[in-house]
Structures are given as structure tokens and as C-alpha cells.
């Protein structure tokens, strides 16, 4: 199974450490976690947007490019994210 990953900061984020916020935790945790389910991933399929609001879809690369990645066939078949929120707040 082919994984990607998700990682997004917001500069809003409260009572969390800056390492446990970071996205650079996030994909680390991440990785280890699609190691230990065996699934296979590539930088390609890292997507991140780092100090930018979840509510701000339009203003978010990382997400753009996610879902970009999904049409017309995603070329993986599950996305690894620390937690729903990171996505973002609102329904999609």
C-alpha cells in the first residue's frame, strides 16, 4: 500500500510544545508509522503547510497540491495525518 502524508502547523495552535506542533514531528511520526504498517511513501507524496490556518484552504499549497493529487486517480491509497485537525476544521 502506497502512503502519503499530511502535515500542517497553525500559528494558532495552543497548549502544545513547538517540537509537538512541528511539522517536521509530524512527518517524522508519521514515516515511522507507515514503516511499522509496512506501507511504502515517497517525498512526492509529502504534503505540508507550515504556520497557515486550517480554515484557509485556498491559501494553502500543501493542501492544493494534496488535492490536486487526487484527480483523476490518487496515486496512493491512504493519507497519514497526527490527527483529523490537521486537514482542517471545517467540512471539506
Not at 497548549?15 to 512527518?27: A, L
Not at 484527480?71 to 496512493?76: E, G, I, L, N
Request: a positive charge.
Amino acid at each position: 500500500m502506497i502512503a502519503a502524508i499530511y502535515a500542517r502547523k497553525s500559528t494558532e495552535q495552543t497548549g502544545m510544545t513547538d517540537e509537538e506542533k512541528s511539522v517536521s514531528r509530524q512527518i517524522e511520526h508519521a514515516k515511522a508509522y507507515a514503516l511499522k504498517k509496512g506501507w511504502t511513501r515517497s517525498e512526492e507524496h509529502v504534503f505540508v503547510d507550515d504556520g497557515i490556518s486550517g480554515a484557509e484552504f485556498v491559501k494553502r499549497p500543501g493542501f492544493i497540491r494534496l488535492m490536486t493529487a487526487l484527480k483523476p486517480r490518487p496515486s496512493f491509497q491512504v493519507l497519514i495525518m497526527s490527527e483529523e485537525s490537521r486537514l482542517g476544521r471545517e467540512s471539506i
